[in-house]
């Protein structure tokens, strides 16, 4: 006899082996006790969650000769037939690929007669949603006043997608994601029956890792059983055969990013593509890591929440203690954002390369989140004693400690310096951060004016988007490239940025910095 995958092979046969959806079996089976049987049903909810197979088992269930407490017998003829797939009182249509009004009329035309064999014919449209508007058109009348002996049970994964005239004649049943708990017994039961020694840590990993579907449960555990198959299946075997990661690993990778370490980190995930696991869970993986330190952050009751041993608890809540709840949402906010951006990028390690540069770096971006993220790392390092460099203002009017980190004043660049400055302009644009560097390139015009100030000129019309000029003209971004003109020649340079919104071109009536410095004798190093 061929193999049968675990999820057929231990598909439940009657209400009592179906797990997680205990608000709807209840209900169903007092609606048969009681003979209260209506004649359309809806079962809606995420993928593996039983809306089929109690779909099966309810259609078994009113044809059974001698149902037992609202369950099928399953030894009755009635029940045998629909159980082995060849009782004509029971018709399963796919919408997926049925969903023309051919099929559907077929089934309208065949209602008209009554089951030779049996109480009710049972049509179960599975996937209902995918029927055309013609197809849904020609189902309403019959789907509102069928035959007493009809029933039909109609199953979606999006119910937002049927028409409420539909919606309307059906009683709906909502089937929820099975919980990580639900999940992990019923495999850890389904492996004692096969004789299976698997580790109960493997079990729950795959219990989560089945995101509330028992059948993506079942199919995975029977994925790992097969590649170990004669071996114990232990937790670092479901990791290989998942491409999964160790929370060891997030653990690492988290003090590379808390402590700035760009290379460390970066290295860590060539590690991760080496072991060949799955970037896409990587990222996924690492941002459920991160939840769960923020929740633990934000009460000590969150043990039920979690869903993990003491042990790892433990280990959890020591990590918590490493990093504040305002930087961990910055985190997670970018993993987010890179979750979306690589489910169909081709270059996902670029991606992830870039996310966690940002993490490591939230001097690279000028939003709130990264600022706070700022001012902690500060404040970590005022408390342990080490030097700080503070190059923009803006962090030390928001930061008490931060402010009172003082730079020697510089004195006032001459004529000369700012010249020997220019000269290495394309120095100066490799000292600072991509974004500012994007954006300074994006001026219209450099001069100078009659206080020895270098001003950046932005030629912008009256009610065009001004986004370049705007964010040059932050306090903070200022800064950043004063400081980095202060490194270069030891001198301050005072910079100033104006948005030219008159329509005439300022090169009209300043002149071009190369020209300027052109005039002065001042060669510009150019940069591509």
């Known amino acids: 006899m061929s193999y049968m995958a675990l999820y057929r092979k231990f598909r439940p046969q009657v209400f009592d082996d179906v797990k997680g959806q205990d608000h709807i079996v209840t209900t169903l089976k007092n609606q048969i006790k009681s003979d209260r049987i209506g004649h359309a049903y809806l079962f809606t909810g995420t993928r593996g969650t039983g809306k089929t197979t109690v779909a099966k088992i309810l259609a078994r269930t009113i044809n059974c000769e001698n149902p037992k407490d609202g369950c099928p017998c399953m030894e009755c003829a009635m029940c045998r037939s629909i159980t082995e797939g060849n009782s004509m009182n029971v018709i399963e249509m ?39 508007n013609g197809a849904f058109n020609a189902l309403l009348k019959t789907l509102e006043e069928p035959p007493s002996y009809v029933v039909f049970i109609l199953a979606t994964t999006e119910v937002h997608k049927i028409p409420i005239t539909i919606l309307s004649r059906c009683q709906r049943y909502d089937f929820h994601r099975i919980s990580i708990e639900t999940i992990a017994d019923r495999l850890k039961e389904l492996m004692d029956k096969e004789g299976v020694d698997v580790e109960d840590k493997a079990i729950r990993y795959i219990a989560k890792a089945a995101d509330g579907s028992m059948r993506d449960g079942l199919s995975l555990l029977d994925q790992c059983i097969a590649f170990y198959i004669g071996q114990t299946l232990t937790y670092d075997n479901v990791l290989n055969v998942l491409g999964a990661i160790d929370t060891e690993v997030f653990s690492r990778l988290l003090r590379h990013i808390i402590e700035g370490e760009i290379t460390n980190a970066i290295s860590l995930l060539e590690e991760i593509i080496i072991q060949g696991r799955d970037l896409n869970q990587f990222v996924i993986d690492f941002t459920w890591y991160l939840r769960n330190l923020m929740l633990i952050k934000s009460s000590d009751d969150m043990e039920d929440a979690l869903e993990m041993s003491s042990d790892n608890l433990d280990l959890l809540k020591e990590e918590a203690k490493m990093v504040d709840i305002p930087v961990l949402m910055r985190y997670i906010q970018v993993l987010s954002e890179l979750s979306n951006d690589i489910k169909y990028a081709s270059g996902k390690r670029v991606l992830i390369e870039i996310a966690l540069i940002k993490l490591c770096k939230p001097e690279m971006e000028m939003d709130i989140s990264a600022l706070n993220n700022r001012m902690t790392n500060i404040e970590k390092k005022l408390e342990k004693g080490l030097p700080v460099q503070v190059q923009a203002s803006a962090v030390q009017a928001q930061s008490p400690n931060a402010a009172n980190v003082k730079k020697e004043p510089l004195p006032e660049a001459i004529p000369e310096e700012v010249k020997q400055l220019v000269s290495n302009w394309s120095s100066l644009l490799g000292k600072l951060p991509v974004n500012i560097k994007m954006y300074l390139k994006q001026a219209t015009t450099y001069t100078v004016n009659e ?10 019309p009256q009610g065009s988007e001004r986004m370049a000029g705007d964010f040059l003209n932050r306090p903070e971004v200022i800064a950043e490239v004063e400081s980095a003109a202060e490194e270069m020649i030891k001198k301050h340079v005072k910079i100033k940025v104006e948005i030219n919104s008159s329509g005439v071109s300022s090169q009209d009536s300043k002149t071009d910095i190369r020209d300027f410095f052109a005039s002065k004798g001042i060669q510009i190093e150019s940069e591509d």
Do not use: C, F
């Open 94 to 132: 796919d919408a997926a690929s049925n969903n023309g009004v051919d099929s559907i009329r077929q089934i309208v035309e065949e209602v008209a007669y009554p089951p030779t064999a049996g109480k009710y014919k049972v049509y179960i449209i599975d996937e209902v949603h995918m029927l055309s």
């Open 451 to 460: 206080h020895g100030e270098l001003v950046i000129i932005y030629d912008q």
